[in-house]
């Protein structure tokens, strides 16, 4: 049985849209861009803080950035 990644967070697609690239989202929260590739990956996801400081930055509501269809 393959094993199947679950996408909790939208980040990676929000970025998409607004047309934004990771190395910029990591840039302006002062992270670094293997932080936030993790996170549009989701192999990690960031603090509830953290998602506030994203859904800031990207000037979106955080239900944006969540997968509703889990």
């Not at 302006?28 to 960031?46: D, H, R």
């Not at 603090?47 to 859904?55: D, G, K, Q, S, Y």
């Amino acid at each position: 049985m393959p094993i199947t990644n679950k996408r909790y967070n939208r980040i990676k697609i929000v970025l998409l849209e607004l047309e934004k690239t990771n190395n910029w989202l990591a840039e302006q929260l002062g992270v670094s861009a293997t932080a936030v590739s993790k996170w549009c990956t989701n192999k990690n996801q960031p603090t509830v803080e953290m998602l506030f400081r994203i859904a800031d930055t990207l000037k979106v509501g955080v239900c944006e950035l969540l997968n509703t269809n889990l």
